[in-house]
DNA sequence: GATGAATGAGACTTCATTCAT
DNA sequence: TATGAATGAAGTCTCATTCAT
């Protein structure tokens, strides 16, 4: 009603960005052209200048926003949280809940790591170790308050659970890739955090309750 | 003399082989010029094309000699194996021992298995299966013979195991990256193998042995 | 009130034109963008178009009205003057006083003048033409008093003159640009009209006085 | 026959080069399209940059050859010289000469001072400062032989004959250029010349003989 | 008149692949 | 077989100009 223009300005920053998001994720970054973004959003090309810098700055707001946007979400959920178990629990149901909703963003999260130049020194890498971090936080917690094992090399633990968390989501996006259809089966992301639930806990435990 | 040049046309496409995996890892597929394969190889930039059909094919090549040849190394030791657990152990050790001897190989494999669906649907895929396939085996093995829970979902529970080793082996591949080192640790890759070994033993297991 | 809407309309030309002034010399014309000019100018890019057609007819202006009042302001000068050699001398020291006054409209003169063939063959040619005219009259004159000397061929000791006086104000120009302060000298633009009198007037008469 | 190989190579850097020299001289620098050039030379676009860097390398080989050649051939000329006034006759003839025989040589030379930020800090203005030191050299040998009188600011009269050197093919290129044809005259450059040294020699001297 | 976001044609440059030698 | 100069399609990005507000 009011403020439309400001409205309508950053509705188009933003539908660049989905467009980018869509296009990074069904061709890679590489495979996509910049007139394909532009297309898919509407735009001219141009435009798409007036709101970032290049196109090697669109993926990069993709990661600091979208990626930032999940780390503060889960950052919210667990300081509300007592037990380090249930704060585990609650990142990666964040995730789940997150990359359910977009699906495209776990697709792009899966999508290379150390690709070029860029990621490794800037920003991927950052926003990775942040949430690297949150994890080790959990870890520590849980060794301080005894429910996690004395001897836990919590610098390892977080990678190994990252990587299974990883694990995860590769298989829920290929299992809905028609080309290995065949060779895999019927996903369940739900059932699937469960047996990754029960897995850890009893591992991370390491002492029958 | 005439045998040689056998032996040499060989020895070339070697060359040019391992001449592209070093340069696929340094810079990533995309940034890597033919130019540049070639000049490292000592040949001729024409030459490449007497060997493999195109840039695609020097990849496809390197994913099914190099990595298929890990694959067959891994079947023949745990097929001498009985117990799932020793099996798993091996098929790490395995990969771990195999990654220390050609670090490139470890690269190249976490930096594009995730690369971009390009390749998650082409040859990749097919290898990972593979790979997946085997742990799956030990797994199924280990449930029937009660090693392993009996409600252990090993379609779900591979994936888990697949990723925490890719999460191991990025963390040593970041652990030697400059760029990141301020932020982690000095990583061994041995200790790191004894942690996942612990956290899966006793997770896998789920009862207190 | 009414009356200075007309005011500020005419105010607003001319800002515009002194930025594009000061812009076209601090880059070039190419160089400088629309976009700079409007911002030096203090007003939207759209705004310029109210006032020039577009980019070259603000070069276009330039010109005329600059240049062209600096040609006016010299005929009136000489026109209540007798001597040729003081017209001539007077010629110059407009020059120099102007250029003094309005340093980046000497830069643009050195600059844009030899630019390149889309400006010769417009605009500026007009304006250089004009300039030489009026020292050819001068010479004319001079000879028809007998004051230079019968063999002298105007047409091309006014190219001569014109050339000179440009080298004169090169200098002047590249003696303040860091990148050759080294290799050139502090220079007097006063000193150097002296030096060009001298030149030029023993050299004129071809007699010694 | 032999060394065929050899010439060819050289031949198309040439003749890319004079495609670039033709199309500067008949466009400008930034109106010329790489295009043009490769068009203009008879070969792909792609391979303009095998022998040089990009459109910029293009210009910057062209002043420092085309014109790092003709200083070195008046060096030559006039170290086989005594009298400073036939020095100085000597540099204009080359001058002359290499712009008679390439005509576009001397509508670069004209081509912008300053043009883009290349210029002042990188290649033509060393070149010129090159061409003026070696009047001034001339100009100061003519005082220590007492040809030249005593009281001359050598600094500014190299500038002048440089400048009115520069006015002398100014008006030659317009002379020929349809633009100006009604506004000016046949020009003989030799004539010029002429007129050229008997305005410096007398001047120059500035005793009667 | 003023604004400035949007436009889109077109420029430069890269690089996998070819092919005459 | 080996070579590497030549190719040219295609991509990213710029920027003068327009026009709805």
Redesign the pocket.
Known sequence: MFGN?DK??AD?RTVILDAALKTFVKRGY?E?????I?SEA??????????F?????LLLALFDEKWGGIIEGIRGKISRLDDPNKKLKAIFSQVVIMFKKNRQLAELFMVDVKQSSIFLNNYTINRIVEFLDLIEEVLVEGKQKGVYRRDLDTRVAKMIIFGAAQGILLSWVLSESAAVRNKTFKFSIYQAAKTLKDVFKSGLVGEKK
Not at 53 to 57: I, P, R
């Open positions: 223009s309508k300005t188009k590489t996509t052209k910049v007139a394909e532009a509407g735009v001219a090309e141009g435009t798409l200048y007036n709101y810098q290049n196109k090697e700055g």
